[in-house]
Each structure stands twice: as structure tokens, then as C-alpha cells.
């Protein structure tokens, strides 16, 4: 939220590519925990939404819209509405439109919080296939060390509430990660090493 | 009988049990009137009701085409005004603190005290009953759509923030139809609220409609024409109240309001 200008900080400053943020960013896009789609729009005007907003060319935009549902599995649910779509597929059109606009960053706020396990699973590969196509930088909120693992080249660990950073873990694993690579033992030592500062902080009380 | 489920079965249950339920109610009423339950200028029986209703049809339905342009006219206006009103009351927080408060003191005010006040000042024609009916439909308007664009998630703000939409366009493009489920719910107790506004209006100062109807046929005894005119005041209502909700179905038939229908 303060990265994308939405939420002051309470103190400090937050740089955007070196230049400082102070007020809503636009050249972004967002995903929350919910979809936040609009009920009275099909999927792909939700993702044109995006478009309209910023008064881009809408002819241009509706191709790569298009693909970009297609992309994710929904090419044939163009046309539904947010109540004929599930939970995960919900999420996905939010993703399409966070994307459609090629932002400079994309924010994603506990993106698959609200998703079953094995659909969160599914999320992940489905956004690591994404970003393989299209390199982003993105900044991923989540409370699943696992899943930080498995998406971030960076982990930024914070500290319990007043919410300050912590430390920093450089992820070296290779790229693409294939479904396996969470049984490898760098994996597990991964995870371990920030469950452990975890432990340290106070945030996981053994 | 019973009720399968199913299109077959629902458009069925949609027929049956109403009908059932006046059939039954007519039943009841024949019966009573036959059995000298009250005396004949209280409860007419049926038939002379039906004899009214076929005989004078004419003046029925000139009276009810009356209180229909008056009802229309009033519920109109109090839909223009009433999402107005309630779009400045969202918009500004000065504006909510020195007008709603007004408003909800008003509707404390009996408006059949005010139907006498309407004809001093504005005589007798067709502007007191539009006032009158204007009056009683616009409050829940003004409540259900100041209650529906209250009700946006704080999401919805950040989304359109991050896409660059200002305040306006949020409003167009969002916040507007989020509160349109709302609006109709207002809509429905407003247009039921103009029939009784119109009807009122007409007790106290006219020369036509249904409302004056009324109390001509009171003021004569005429029970059977009473009878008569609140059966056509009803279905008047009725098929009102089923406009508003056709209307619904074409404006937010992604309403979740409207799915459990046609699912």
C-alpha cells in the first residue's frame, strides 16, 4: 500500500525507481487479497477496465487483453461474468488486469490468501509462467514462507508489528522452478533459515 | 399439488398459489357476504362488486388514467430529486451534515396534515398531488442510494487510485452501479409510497381520480364502488411495483438479487 502511494508511511521514504513516492502511483498495477472485480462487467471489460481508466487505445489493449486470459486458462471465459467464475479464476482476471497496461511494477497485496491450498499452488506456477514471459518487477506480500521462497529472486523478512524490515535473503535458486525444486534440501534450507529468524523476532514462538 | 422444481415447476408455483390464494379469498368472501356475516352496505357481495367494475369501467378506468399521470408525475420527480440529493449528501460531508438531518425531521411531519396546505397555496389542480406524492416516494430514495454508494469496499477506492481515476469517474464507471441494487430496493418502496402519496392528494383537493372516487362513493354509501375502486387502486399498484422490478431485471441482471430466479 505505501509503495503504491495509497498508504503514508508513518516514517521513513519509499523510492520508486529513485524517485521518491508521495502521492497514488499509477504506472502500476495492483492484486489484493479479493479479486475486486466488477460484478456488472464480463472478464475481459474487466481487464479493459484497466484501459479505460488510463484512456489508452482500446483497440490496441484488447488483443493483448485477450491473450493474456488466454494465457492464464480463461481464453474461453471471456464473456462470463464474476459470479459464473471461481475463486482462483476470479483472481487471475485481477492478475490480467493488473498487467494489461505493462506497469513498471506489479504490487500483489496476499494475492492467493483467500485461495484453497492446491489452488494456491496452481497460482504460483500460473504467475512464475507469467512473469518468464513477461519479466516485471513485482512485490509479493505473503505470509507463506514457502511461496516467497518459490517466487522471489529478494525476500525482504519484516519484523512483528511496529512492521520494520528485518533482513533481506537473496534467493539463489535456478530458474524456471519446477514443481520439484520445493522437495530440494536448498529449498528446505530456505525455508528453515527464515522460519528460524522468524523464531528469533518473536513472530513464531516454538 | 406440489411444487416440482424446475422451470416447469417454478413458472407453475408462479401461477398456482397466487390464483389459489384470491380464488380462495373470493371463496371466502361469497361465503361470508351469503352468510349475512356483516350487513349489505358494509360487505357487498362479489357480484355486485363485479357489476361495478363491469358497468362503470369507464369511469374507473378515466379516474385511474388520472391518478396514474399524477402518480408517474410525482414518482418521477422524486427519482430525479431524490438520487440528486442523495449524490451531494455523499459528495460532501457539509452538505450531509446540514441537509439530511432536515430531511429525516421532515418525514416526521404527518403528510395528510400537509394535503390541506398544498390547496391553499397551490389550489386545486394537479401540482398539489405531484407535491404530495413527491414527498412521501422521495425519502427512501434518497435513504437506499445514499446507503448504496456508502457501501463500496475501501478496495474499490485503492483500485481506481492506482488506475488514475479521479473522483468523478470512480463515481461513473463504479460506484454507480454498485449502488444501484440499492437504488431499486428504494425505488420498489418508493413507487408503492407514490400510489398512497397520489391518493392522498386526491382525497384532499381534486375533481378526478381514483383517491376522489373514493370518498365520493364513502360519502353516498356506495360500498359496491368503494369496493370497486381499491380493487383497481390495487392492481394499479401492482402492476407498478412489477414495472419497477422488470426494470430491475433489465438494469442488474448481475445482480445476485436476480440470479436465484433464472438459475
Redesign the interface.
Given at each position: 500500500m505505501i509503495v503504491g502511494g495509497l498508504v503514508a508511511p508513518t516514517s521513513g521514504e519509499v523510492f520508486v525507481e529513485a524517485s521518491p513516492v508521495s502521492e497514488p502511483q499509477t504506472d502500476l498495477g495492483i492484486v489484493f487479497q479479493d479479486p475486486v472485480l466488477l460484478d456488472w462487467r464480463t472478464s475481459i471489460d474487466n481487464v479493459m477496465i484497466q484501459i479505460e481508466a488510463r484512456r489508452l487505445d482500446r483497440k490496441i489493449y484488447l488483443a493483448r487483453a485477450r491473450q493474456l486470459l488466454t494465457s492464464v486458462g480463461l481464453g474461453d471465459f471471456q464473456n462470463k461474468y464474476p459470479f459464473e467464475l471461481s475463486g482462483g479464476m476470479r483472481q487471475r482476471v485481477s492478475i490480467c488486469r493488473a498487467l494489461v497496461h505493462r506497469p513498471r511494477l506489479l504490487l500483489m497485496d496476499e494475492p492467493f490468501g483467500a485461495l484453497d491450498a492446491l489452488t494456491r499452488d496452481q497460482m504460483n506456477f500460473d504467475l512464475q509462467r507469467m512473469w518468464l514471459q513477461e519479466p516485471i518487477t513485482v512485490l509479493l506480500v505473503t505470509h507463506s514462507i514457502a511461496e516467497a521462497v518459490f517466487l522471489s529472486d529478494r525476500i525482504v523478512v519484516m519484523s512483528a508489528r511496529p512492521g520494520h524490515v528485518d533482513s533481506i535473503v537473496e534467493v539463489d535458486l535456478p530458474r524456471p522452478r519446477e514443481a520439484d525444486i520445493q522437495e530440494s534440501p536448498e529449498f528446505a534450507r530456505y525455508v528453515r533459515d527464515i522460519k528460524h529468524r522468524f523464531t528469533l523476532s518473536g513472530i513464531i514462538r516454538g | 399439488m406440489t411444487a416440482g422444481v424446475g422451470k416447469k415447476g417454478r413458472d407453475f408455483s408462479n401461477i398456482f398459489y397466487p390464483t389459489a390464494t384470491i380464488a380462495l379469498a373470493l371463496l371466502g368472501w361469497e361465503l361470508m357476504s351469503r352468510l349475512g356475516v356483516a350487513p349489505a352496505y358494509a360487505l357487498p357481495p362479489p357480484r355486485e362488486v363485479l357489476r361495478v367494475l363491469v358497468d362503470d369501467w369507464s369511469v374507473l378506468a378515466s379516474n385511474a388514467v388520472s391518478t396514474t399521470a399524477v402518480i408517474m408525475a410525482g414518482f418521477s420527480l422524486s427519482v430525479v430529486v431524490g438520487v440528486a440529493l442523495a449524490v451531494m449528501i455523499s459528495s460532501s460531508r457539509v452538505f450531509e451534515k446540514s441537509v439530511y438531518p432536515l430531511l429525516i425531521g421532515s418525514q416526521a411531519v404527518p403528510k395528510l396534515a400537509l394535503a390541506p396546505l398544498f390547496v391553499v397555496w397551490f389550489g386545486f389542480g394537479l401540482l398539489p398531488k405531484v407535491l404530495m406524492t413527491f414527498l412521501i416516494a422521495v425519502f427512501p430514495i434518497v435513504v437506499s442510494t445514499v446507503q448504496g454508494i456508502a457501501s463500496v469496499?475501501p478496495?474499490?477506492e485503492?483500485?481506481?487510485?492506482?488506475?488514475?481515476?479521479g473522483q468523478y469517474?470512480t463515481f461513473r464507471?463504479?460506484r454507480l452501479?454498485?449502488a444501484l441494487p440499492s437504488i431499486f430496493a428504494g425505488l420498489k418502496v418508493a413507487i408503492t409510497l407514490a400510489v398512497v402519496g397520489a391518493v392522498v392528494g386526491e382525497f384532499v383537493g381534486s375533481d378526478r381520480g381514483l383517491g376522489t372516487l373514493l370518498l365520493r362513493a364513502i360519502g353516498v354509501v356506495n360500498t359496491p364502488l368503494l369496493f370497486a375502486a381499491l380493487i383497481v387502486l390495487t392492481v394499479l399498484a401492482v402492476v407498478l411495483f412489477a414495472l419497477i422490478e422488470l426494470l430491475e431485471r433489465l438494469a442488474?441482471p448481475?445482480?445476485?438479487s436476480q440470479?436465484s430466479r433464472s438459475a
Open positions: - | 469496499e478496495e474499490i485503492f483500485l481506481a487510485r492506482s488506475m488514475g481515476l469517474r464507471m463504479i452501479y454498485r442488474i448481475w445482480h445476485v440470479r
